[in-house]
C-alpha cells in the first residue's frame, strides 16, 4: 500500500514537472515572437515632409501623414503608399521592416518629389545627415537701379502682370492668387513665391540684374497648362 502510494506520488510530481516545461518554453517563444512597433508622425506641406522620427528599430512602423499644406499629397515608402490625402486631411500607414537599412520616401504626385517631397527614412541603422538648407533668395541691396512694383494677378492658367518689362534695380511684386486652385509666382533661379490659396496674397522684393527672367507656377501641371511666361528687365 505504502509502494502504491510512493509511485503515484513521483508519478504526479512528473506530471507537474512535464506542465511546468510546457508553460516556460511557451513563454519563451511568446516574448521571442513579440517584435517593436513605432509610431512616426510625417507633415506634409507644399513640398516638403517633416518626420518626427528619422530613424526606428526593425519592427512595424506606423506612419500618421498630416497634410498641412494647400494641395494634395501622398507618402510612399517600402513599397506602400497612402491614398490621396486633401489639405487639412490625414492617413495613416502601417509598414513592417525586418531588416536594417536606410529606405527612400516620397511624394508620388508628378513634380511633387523634384520640389523636395523626398527623403531618406533609417531602420535599425545611423540616420542620413539632415539636407543642406536652400540658398537664401536674391537680396534686395545687390543691384542699384531705380524701385519698382509690379502687380501679379493669377488665374487658371495664367500670370497678368501689370507690367512685363521694368527697369533694372528693386523690384517689389504684389502678388493675388483671384483663381479658384492654388497657385504661386517663381521667377525661375531667383525666388519662388509661397503656394497661395484663391483670395490668398503676399509681397516680396529682390534686386534683378538686366536679364529675360522666365516665370512659372511651381504647382504639378499648371506649367502644362500654360502658366508660364516672361518678365523682361532692361
Request: proline share 9%; net charge positive.
Amino acid at each position: 500500500m505504502r509502494r502504491a502510494a510512493a509511485v503515484l506520488g513521483l508519478a504526479v510530481l512528473g506530471l507537474v514537472g512535464f506542465a511546468a516545461g510546457i508553460f516556460a518554453t511557451g513563454g519563451g517563444a511568446s516574448t521571442k515572437a513579440a517584435e517593436a512597433t513605432s509610431r512616426v508622425t510625417v507633415v506634409a506641406t507644399d513640398f516638403k515632409f517633416v518626420l518626427s522620427k528619422r530613424r526606428v528599430p526593425t519592427g512595424t512602423v506606423i506612419f500618421t501623414v498630416k497634410n498641412k499644406g494647400k494641395i494634395p499629397h501622398d507618402f510612399k515608402i517600402l513599397g506602400k503608399k497612402t491614398r490621396l490625402i486633401a489639405a487639412g486631411k490625414s492617413a495613416v500607414l502601417r509598414v513592417k521592416v525586418s531588416k536594417k537599412g536606410r529606405f527612400k520616401y516620397i511624394c508620388t504626385i508628378t513634380g511633387h518629389a523634384r520640389l523636395g517631397m523626398k527623403g531618406v527614412f533609417a531602420v535599425a541603422t545611423k540616420p542620413p545627415p539632415p539636407p543642406p538648407p536652400p540658398p537664401p533668395p536674391t537680396t534686395t541691396d545687390t543691384v542699384p537701379g531705380p524701385a519698382t512694383t509690379v502687380q501679379v494677378d493669377m488665374f487658371e492658367y495664367r500670370f497678368e502682370l501689370s507690367q512685363a518689362t521694368v527697369p533694372s534695380g528693386t523690384v517689389t511684386f504684389v502678388i493675388t492668387n483671384k483663381g479658384d486652385e492654388p497657385h504661386n509666382f517663381d521667377i525661375a533661379g531667383t525666388r519662388a513665391g509661397e503656394i497661395l490659396g484663391p483670395g490668398q496674397s503676399e509681397t516680396w522684393t529682390v534686386g534683378l540684374p538686366p536679364k529675360t527672367y522666365i516665370t512659372v507656377c511651381d504647382v504639378p501641371f499648371h506649367i502644362d497648362r500654360g502658366m508660364t511666361g516672361n518678365l523682361f528687365v532692361s
